[in-house]
């Protein structure tokens, strides 16, 4: 105890020097833990939206599909997928379990004289479970509500609170054109995925009543395909792109993963994660350089108190073990200091975005291991030096 608080009088003592050498490890830790923050809590984001079964999902494009700054984009578009396409790959495809053909309209939605601007979208009653957008409330669309063209609808959250002011309200009607559709679910609120897109904003109508009643079309806008299991992706993509080339008598369609298709910004998170660990790195190496001066001069001008303690039995351990701790003391503090700042910016800049607030664990264990390592690793030499000095020398010349 008496040693801790020699060591914490001599930093109170040098307070320039020990801030600065603090600085380097903090702006390190506070680099890696940032990174990874913000990555996790994209990725939790990602993961939320895509839920359990979104790894596997791959999607059906009419048209071309071209990766431009890192986001897929549909570059073409031919009006050539049909409902019919979506029932043959269920039908024909062994190693496809589910697929839900998607059609996205546009009418005016409104209820109660109040109007809003959802994103409305067709689908069967395989949507729930391929993208886990079972209702918070209420049912989801079912197979006799696409069979039976019912106007029935499943709403977004923040459609409820615009049109009825109200969280839940199963059973009330609110009108595309001025058709009515009758609320039956009501989705979970998942805020915006990573693309900026709001979940939240969406009114989802059986895929009958989009193709023919609102639409009035024979072609729809995608098809989701959920295979017999995450083993056999690539060859049941392989299956459907076969089944499709025969049926259109050409390749006017593209496939892809669903999780790339959602995931927009996944170049631009791995290129922030380099920069991160870069930066990382030069900080927590000027921050060892730093606690390596502060140290090797504090051995200096410490040499009659080193002397004084070795005359007083300290032995060379003692003052080794000494020098060491000041060291490490050094590099936690600005681990500390660096993980707690970053981790508060991690939750701004999810509040802010509309995340889900995020703690990056792992990402702070990592950084106070590396400090410990950098603190012992720069306070070896000056602790080996303190060593060096017989205090019979010391104290003659003091």
């Known amino acids: 105890m008496i040693e801790i608080e020699t060591i914490l009088h001599y930093f109170g003592s040098n307070k320039k020097r020990t801030v600065l050498a603090v600085i380097g490890v903090a702006i390190g ?42 986001r897929l984009l549909q570059v073409k578009f031919f009006p050539t997928l049909t409902l019919k396409d979506a029932k043959a790959i269920g039908e024909r495809c062994v190693l496809v379990k589910e697929t839900s053909p998607i059609k996205e309209v546009y009418p005016p939605v409104h209820a109660n004289g109040k109007f809003s601007t959802p994103k409305v979208l067709g ?20 197979k006799n509500d696409v069979k039976e063209f019912r106007q029935v609808a499943v709403i977004g959250v923040e459609v409820a609170r615009d049109l009825f002011g109200e969280k839940y309200p199963v059973g009330k009607t609110l009108y595309l054109y001025n058709a ?32 023919r009643r609102l639409e009035n079309v024979d072609y729809i806008d995608g098809i989701y395909v959920l295979p017999v299991s995450e083993k056999v992706v690539d060859n049941a ?30 170049e631009a998170m791995e290129i922030f994660s380099v920069l991160s660990v870069t930066v990382a790195t030069i900080a927590f190496s000027v921050g060892a350089l730093g606690i390596l001066a502060v140290m090797t001069l504090s051995v200096y001008e410490r040499l009659v108190e080193i002397g004084v303690r070795r005359a007083f039995g300290a032995t060379k351990m003692d003052i080794f073990k000494q020098f ?35 703690i990056p664990v792992k990402g702070i264990l990592i950084s106070i291991a590396l400090s410990v390592a950098v603190g012992l690793i720069a306070g070896v030499y000056p602790a080996m030096r303190a060593t060096s000095f017989e205090p019979k020398e010391i104290l003659k010349d003091a």
Request: proline content about 4%; some cysteine.
């Open 324 to 358: 060491l701790t000041e060291a490490t003391i050094l590099s936690l503090t600005g681990s500390v200091s660096g993980a707690v700042i970053a981790t508060g910016l991690v939750n701004i800049i999810a509040k802010i975005a509309k995340w889900q607030p995020y």
């Open 123 to 142: 689908v069967d009653e395989n949507y729930a479970e391929i993208t886990s957008s079972y209702p918070a409330a209420g049912r989801f669309i079912t």
């Open 29 to 70: 830790v506070f680099s890696l833990v940032l990174m990874m923050g913000i990555t996790g809590a994209m990725k939790n984001k990602v993961n939320r939206y895509l839920g359990d079964l979104g790894s596997q999902v791959f999607v059906v494009i009419p048209g071309e599909i071209k990766n431009l700054g890192g």
């Open 180 to 211: 009515p559709y009758k609320i039956i679910g009501v989705l979970p609120e998942k805020g915006t995925d990573i693309s900026g897109e709001n979940l939240d904003n969406r009114v989802l109508v059986p895929i009958s009543c989009a193709v």
């Open 237 to 266: 993509m392989k299956e459907v792109s076969s089944l499709l080339k025969k049926r259109h008598g050409k390749k006017d369609f593209s496939i892809s993963r669903y999780e790339d298709l959602v995931n927009t910004q996944k």
